[in-house]
C-alpha cells in the first residue's frame, strides 16, 4: 500500500470511527425519555359521559397512603408498567369493573416510577393484583384475571 493510498484511506476510516463513537457517546449519555402515561381506551367523549370518568386512578409515593390505606372502601391496586402487554389487557376489564363496581375503589400504581412501593409490596412480577381494606391487603393475585376472578378477590 503506497502513501497516498493510506492517506486516502484514512478520510473515510476516520468519518466512521467519529460516527460511531458519537453513537456511542449518544447511547451513554442522552436520557431514554420518560414512560408515557396510561391512557384510557375510552374516547374523549365517552370518557366525558361516562361513569368512570376518573374511576380509575394513579397514585405514586406522595398520594399512595391517601387513595390506599386510607381508604374508606375497598381498594384494587394493579401494579402495572407501560411496556406490559398482560397489564394492557386488564385495562378494559378494570375500566369496566371500576363502572359496575362504584363501592369500591380502582388504583394503578407503576412500577418502574414508584419503585418504593414495588418493592415494598414484593413486587416481583406483573401485573399484579391486591386488593386493600383498612389498610391490609386482603387479597393477592399474580398475572391476568378475568372480571369474575378480580371480583372474587373482593369476596363479592
Sequence with gaps: MGRNSWKAAQGPALFVFMVLLGAALGWFFIPEPPPRPYVSKTTTDEAANSAT???????????????????PVPV????????????????PVIEDLAREM??????????????????FYGVT??????????????ADHTGSADKARIKAMFGS
Design 76 to 91: 384494587l391496586v394493579e401494579f402495572y408498567a407501560d411496556w406490559c402487554g398482560p397489564c394492557k389487557e386488564l385495562d
Design 102 to 119: 362504584p363501592q369500591a375503589r380502582f388504583v394503578k400504581v407503576n412500577i418502574d416510577r414508584e419503585t418504593a412501593i414495588a418493592g
Design 53 to 71: 370518568a376518573g374511576r380509575v386512578r394513579y397514585a405514586g409515593n406522595a398520594t399512595f397512603s391517601q387513595e390506599v390505606l386510607s381508604s
Design 125 to 138: 412480577a406483573i401485573p399484579r393484583l391486591m386488593v386493600f381494606r383498612g389498610g391490609q391487603v386482603v
